[in-house]
């Protein structure tokens, strides 16, 4: 069981905290909008994925903090545009070889730079893997069978990234 941080609380990192979850990881879901917080928190359901309950044992926090402290994996799951504010923010927080597993797609309208190159500009110090695939917020939130593939430099980061999807 590994203690994971979502840094992103949209249907994508909500839809893999509750297969992180359904797996046996421990999960922190982060959004920096305090409303969606307490919507979650109230609820239990992602507005945007209706009819998909959310386990009592999820806890959500706007404190980002909190959500990355003694994480084994983040997983980076905000859109696009707030990669980069997102992950000068996590600086203050992030350790030497923290895991961060990126699942946004896109690239930097203004560098050309890939996501994984931005997190990697901004944190250093950690660690990147990328996850991809051909899949759906949807789908993965109800256990429908989809496929995605996990990229990084080194073999550590494949191993422990694939132990903890």
Known sequence: MANIGIIGAGTWGTALALLLHNNGHRITIWSALEDEI????QTHEHRNLPGVALPEELFFTADLGEAMDKKEVLVLAVPSVFVRPTAKRMGEFCRDGQIIV???KGIEENTLMTLSQIIEDELPIADVAVLSGPSHAEEVSRGIPTTCV????????????????
């Open 38 to 41: 307490t919507q979650l928190k």
């Open 102 to 104: 990126n699942v946004a």
């Open 150 to 165: 996990v990229g990084a430099h080194s073999k550590k980061r494949r191993s422990t990234s694939r132990i903890c999807l």
